[in-house]
DNA sequence: TGTACATCAGTGAACGCGCGTTCACTGATGTAC
DNA sequence: TGTACATCAGTGAACGCGCGTTCACTGATGTAC
């Protein structure tokens, strides 16, 4: 779907067709993702035209339509790209040997590191698929939403079910509340960075992890 | 600036000018806010048009820029009413007589009963504010995001070193751990809604208020 | 070895469409004289 | 009382612009024969 497929009658002549997967492919289809990426976060996916990705991709609008079909195709690849670095970071996780650190500050701290290296993708996320009821808003629930619930909710009722976590919280609630309180200052940072005087690096992770784990754990209440 | 003002020499025939805020204006403008509200939020601020919106408000399209101008004072109308919704209510809950019940549930309900009763308010905000780099956002972080930090920020500091918060967390990240938690079940719904099981209704800010309470106040751990 | 040729990545100009906005205009209203 | 007239809320058609997309085309590549 990616790269092109062109559908003639095969022949023996000729140059033949790259690997399926055209792993030689110049970049300028590497650079129109990058450039989206960049541009759908900051400024919307209506919001930007693909003349301006293609400038700052420095290739021919046309690139658009021969690497990824058309405007949607280039959205759906930028979202497939950032969600699958997300869920891979949590199933690496979440799914190691049973026996680890406690759930709530693995996933912390998995999940608020992978932001911090890529805080494009909540953004995009926010913008267009919560918001746009589109064709491509399914795909993404079932591609991404779905997994992404699956592989934290069940855990997260473990440790309930085991005494590690309180377990008279409703799970639902939960899940919304931890991921939340994560992802929020990823997408408000562009507004509230300034007037809160942070920015999303490595030094912001390093303070946010533990405030999190803290706050998640043992909650606003002073101890007794 | 919202309704319209005639930059003419005065003259003292003729129908007067009506009362400088035109409190008789048609319901038209009204009608348009509404719409544009509700798109905006559905649809963002770029993929609506305003051929949409005046079809929706059942008027022409020369009525916005009738009423406000251009697109950008259109949505700068539906954002300040939102946000002055959303500011009057905290308002109220925060600056009452000093000795009232604790600080935290009295702002979670609040907040979230507002939130409840306009959840496009979030939607707008994030989608049109957080990401677009427009003179539109420093106008809105002034009249509205320092409005609102400074308003929760100093209480929130006062509770904790009353000793009635724990004190040993910093407090920018924990106003926006508290914000976060609450509001990204609105900004999310859409998205999430289906999967996990939930509209935003009065059954939801009834279940959501106490969970939120609960989680904040004490943690995830279990009593001892 | 030479060369024919299919496919490669990519170009540049053009298409029609829908957008935000403008403009001349309208019938109703209601006070001043 | 009658009426002139400025302003009201609102219309409908048209403007030019920028958008997403398409299309004919190009020089380079590299295998088959």
Redesign the interface.
Known sequence: MATRKPARKPSRRGRPPAAPAAPLAGDARRRLLDAAARLF???????TSLRQVAREADVTPAMVSYYFRDKDGLLEAVLTEGVELILGALRGALTGPAEQDPL?PRFVHVYLATLTAHPWIP?II??E?????TPL?QL??DRF??QA?TLVAPRLQDEMRA????????V??????V???????Y??E???G?????RIDPDFLE??VP??V??????????P
């Open positions: 976060a900051a400024g919307g996916f209506a919001g709530l953004r926010v913008q698929v919560i918001s746009r009821d808003r993404f629930v939403a779905r619930v005494g590690r976590l309180r377990g008279d919280l409703d639902r609630l939960t899940v919304m509340s991921i939340g309180m994560c992802v929020f200052p997408i408000a562009p507004l509230l300034r007037l809160l005087d942070y303070a946010f405030h999190t803290a706050l998640l754990e043992d909650g606003l209440r002073p101890a």
